[in-house]
């Protein structure tokens, strides 16, 4: 099975600070990553899609970006709105695997 | 507008089974995989497995295997996950998803509510 290895596993940042988020597949996975947000108590939401494309309705101060094995989630300046927790999802080999995880605080 | 709508909560005890359904709506129920993803308390998101409405073929990872099931049912736009032998570590929001590309099971799109089991003697 493909590892997805995501770091940090927590984060606390200012509004308005430039945030970076990382995702290191086992192996290669071209560009097949989502990433997905999940606020408190509610079901995911698919943020980028293949690696770097951003879902409709999210404002472009998210971006993705990465290929292979490395990929890197961006939100340029972090607001209050965006206080949630961040996965990774490879979906180049079965099983499809998830990162453990990242969840963005507001200091 | 694409929805997909999740059954509600479900109490189990050890050892029952348990069969979450997943209604699908604004689009051709047939063209696109349905995956299954869940998520313990506290804990991130494990894959399940996916289901191929067309041909009914599916995927499991080796650790469900034997003790999931998926299934749909065409004519309704619903599809089904059961999972048997259930213990706590089953306990967990259970969640679809549609894929996001047609005849294909790459990434998702479209995700249901969830479904909290509770599994407790």
């Not at chain 1, 597949?25 to 939401?45: F, M």
């Not at chain 2, 991130?44 to 990872?61: Q, R």
């Amino acid at each position: 099975d493909i590892q997805m290895t995501q770091s940090p596993s927590s984060l606390s940042a200012s509004v308005g600070d430039r945030v970076t988020i990382t995702c290191q597949a086992s192996q290669d996975i071209d560009n097949h990553l989502n990433w997905y947000q999940q606020e408190p108590g509610k079901a995911p939401k698919v943020l980028i899609y293949d690696a770097s494309n951003l879902e409709t309705g999210f404002p472009p101060r998210f971006s993705g970006s990465g290929s292979g094995t490395d990929f890197t989630l961006t939100i340029s300046s972090l607001q209050p709105e965006d206080i949630a927790t961040y996965y990774c999802q490879q979906y180049n080999n079965l099983p499809f695997t998830f990162g453990g995880g990242t969840k963005v605080e507001i200091k | 507008q694409v929805q997909v709508v999740q059954s509600g909560a479900e109490v189990k005890k050890p050892g029952a089974s348990v069969k979450v359904s997943c209604k699908a709506s604004g689009y051709t129920f047939n063209d696109y995989y349905i995956h299954w993803v869940r998520q313990a308390p506290g804990q991130g998101l494990e894959w399940v497995g996916w289901i191929n409405p067309n041909s009914g073929g599916t995927d499991y990872p080796q650790k469900f295997q034997g003790r999931v099931t998926m299934t749909t049912d065409t004519s309704i736009s619903t599809a089904y996950m059961e999972l048997s032998r259930l213990t706590s570590d089953d306990t967990a929001v259970y969640y679809c998803a549609r894929a996001r590309y047609s005849s294909s099971s790459v990434g998702t799109e479209y995700w249901g509510q969830g479904t909290l089991v509770t599994v407790s003697s």
